[in-house]
């Protein structure tokens, strides 16, 4: 039997999961996106032109493939619809490759302002959210609230949003101090879900299991990164949907005995954006130096991105929180300037040392780090792993020693051709 695979990033996002897809979909007749929503950034580049996408599925360029938004997603139908009118200035006919699912969540203009509102209050407690109503949309689902894709449909719609926008407008009184008019956003809002009748509405979950039993090849594409997880990460410092392999299961609707492969995608050092614990945060100049080596501001909100060393204790645990069955090393080129390389291998806390990540997502610890000589060399124009520095190649020795996983691809750069692979 078939299997679906799985690509999702294995730290706090921002891993490159949008180029990863983009090379690995000649591979697979179906890209699936199972959570997440526009607060998502995935970035494309080739022929000598960038797209982000925020909602739609990276394999949306490739005209062999199809493209499925799955129920595990939440949608804004003004951000969705101006994601594919920019990417049919390149792809005429993207419109035909995408399903969305009955069954995914809309995001309402009430729900952004609900996370504006929070997000205002909690002062220096504050997550740190895109401000997208990614948080206040999931709420609504496990409340039972919530609109869904296939409500579009139906004759009450229109009543049915006016009863759910009722309700966050009681909400947003708690809030006296946070002034907003959605009246703009609203009419702009009512006019995509108009234009997104254009686009097929499925059972996903009925689609994707018959895609298996096909033998089609499926991509699952995973949002945000491991480390951001609901349910594992550093919460509350979080995103509110199951980013790990478990959440292709419920974001897709297909049973843990369809998953084959997962790739697993990380830096070669680490990134953060918002709050929450870094163990291995630089805020000195070579922090900044990765900053602008990797141009790590945020795909999504622009946002400067936190940089730090490669943090292998958290990263051991999404590769086992994931079932990871091969590695796919990201942005390596950035380090190519770097007298001294360092890892993460453990914690400390007092005079206790940690090799597993704790509860608490690892607040308040000191690294023990683990050095590496840098290859200094540039290896930006290297397509065959053997040809790459020695000292690169003892880098990745020692992380797939430690994570017991072999790294199969390397990427050196953000265009598709700047990939290596390897057996």
């Given at each position: 039997?078939?299997?679906?695979?799985?690509?999702?990033?294995?730290?706090?996002?921002d891993?490159?999961k949008?180029?990863?897809?983009?090379?690995?979909?000649?591979?697979?007749?179906?890209?699936?996106?199972?959570?997440?929503?526009?607060?998502?950034?995935h970035?494309l580049?080739?022929?000598?032109?960038?797209?982000?996408?925020?909602?739609?599925?990276?394999?949306?360029?490739?005209?062999?493939?199809?493209?499925?938004?799955?129920?595990?997603?939440?949608i804004?139908?003004?951000?969705?619809?101006?994601?594919?009118?920019?990417?049919?200035?390149?792809?005429?006919?993207?419109?035909?490759r995408l399903?969305?699912?009955?069954?995914?969540?809309?995001?309402?203009?009430?729900?952004?302002m609900?996370?504006?509102?929070?997000?205002?209050?909690?002062?220096?407690?504050?997550?740190?959210?895109?401000?997208?109503?990614?948080?206040?949309?999931?709420?609504?689902?496990?409340?039972?609230?919530?609109?869904?894709?296939?409500?579009?449909?139906?004759?009450?719609?229109?009543?049915?949003?006016?009863?759910?926008?009722?309700?966050?407008?009681?909400?947003?009184?708690?809030?006296?101090?946070?002034?907003?008019?959605?009246?703009?956003?609203?009419?702009?809002?009512?006019?995509?879900?108009?234009?997104?009748?254009?686009?097929?509405?499925?059972?996903s979950?009925?689609?994707?299991?018959?895609?298996?039993?096909?033998?089609?090849?499926?991509?699952?594409?995973?949002?945000?990164?491991?480390?951001?997880?609901?349910?594992?990460?550093?919460?509350?410092?979080?995103?509110?949907?199951?980013?790990?392999?478990?959440?292709?299961?419920?974001?897709?609707?297909?049973?843990?005995?369809?998953?084959?492969?997962?790739?697993?995608?990380?830096?070669?050092?680490?990134?953060?954006?918002?709050?929450?614990?870094?163990?291995?945060?630089?805020?000195?100049?070579?922090?900044?130096?990765?900053?602008?080596?990797?141009?790590?501001?945020?795909?999504?909100?622009?946002?400067?991105?936190?940089?730090?060393?490669?943090?292998?204790v958290a990263?051991?645990?999404?590769?086992?929180?994931?079932?990871?069955?091969?590695?796919?090393?990201?942005?390596?080129d950035?380090?190519?300037?770097?007298d001294?390389?360092?890892?993460?291998v453990?914690?400390?806390?007092?005079?206790e040392?940690?090799?597993?990540?704790?509860?608490?997502?690892?607040?308040?610890?000191?690294?023990?780090?683990?050095?590496?000589?840098?290859w200094?060399?540039?290896?930006?124009?290297?397509?065959?792993?053997?040809?790459?520095?020695?000292?690169?190649?003892?880098?990745?020795?020692?992380?797939?020693?430690?994570?017991?996983c072999?790294?199969?691809?390397?990427?050196?750069?953000?265009?598709?051709?700047?990939?290596?692979?390897?057996?």
């Amino acid at each position: 039997m078939k299997k679906i695979d799985v690509v999702l990033g294995l730290q706090w996002g921002d891993e490159g999961k949008g180029k990863v897809v983009d090379v690995l979909t000649p591979n697979y007749n179906v890209i699936a996106r199972f959570q997440g929503g526009p607060n998502a950034g995935h970035s494309l580049v080739f022929n000598n032109d960038s797209f982000v996408l925020h909602t739609v599925p990276s394999g949306i360029f490739r005209k062999e493939s199809v493209n499925i938004i799955g129920n595990g997603v939440v949608i804004d139908p003004v951000i969705l619809m101006d994601e594919i009118k920019q990417i049919e200035t390149k792809s005429a006919d993207s419109r035909s490759r995408l399903m969305i699912s009955k069954r995914a969540q809309l995001i309402l203009p009430t729900h952004r302002m609900l996370d504006a509102a929070n997000e205002s209050s909690m002062g220096k407690s504050k997550i740190g959210s895109t401000l997208k109503g990614i948080g206040p949309t999931y709420m609504d689902k496990i409340g039972r609230y919530g609109l869904r894709i296939g409500d579009i449909l139906l004759d009450s719609f229109k009543e049915k949003y006016e009863a759910l926008k009722k309700r966050h407008m009681e909400t947003l009184k708690l809030y006296p101090d946070f002034k907003f008019d959605i009246t703009e956003y609203e009419a702009k809002w009512f006019d995509a879900v108009e234009q997104l009748k254009s686009i097929k509405f499925v059972d996903s979950e009925h689609i994707a299991n018959e895609y298996i039993n096909d033998g089609k090849a499926i991509l699952a594409e995973g949002a945000q990164g491991s480390m951001l997880d609901i349910d594992f990460g550093t919460y509350p410092f979080v995103t509110s949907s199951n980013t790990m392999t478990a959440g292709v299961c419920t974001g897709l609707g297909v049973a843990p005995n369809r998953v084959g492969n997962v790739y697993g995608i990380f830096k070669a050092y680490c990134t953060r954006v918002g709050n929450g614990p870094f163990p291995t945060e630089l805020n000195d100049q070579t922090g900044e130096d990765l900053r602008q080596a990797g141009h790590e501001f945020g795909a999504t909100t622009g946002r400067p991105r936190r940089c730090g060393w490669l943090d292998l204790v958290a990263l051991k645990y999404a590769v086992m929180m994931n079932g990871v069955t091969d590695l796919i090393m990201m942005k390596s080129d950035v380090l190519n300037s770097m007298d001294t390389i360092k890892v993460a291998v453990a914690y400390k806390r007092g005079d206790e040392t940690m090799d597993t990540f704790p509860y608490d997502g690892a607040d308040n610890v000191e690294p023990i780090y683990k050095e590496f000589e840098g290859w200094k060399t540039d290896i930006c124009d290297i397509r065959d792993y053997d040809s790459l520095p020695e000292k690169f190649r003892e880098y990745v020795a020692f992380i797939e020693k430690e994570t017991s996983c072999p790294v199969r691809i390397i990427s050196i750069g953000p265009d598709r051709e700047a990939t290596i692979f390897r057996n």
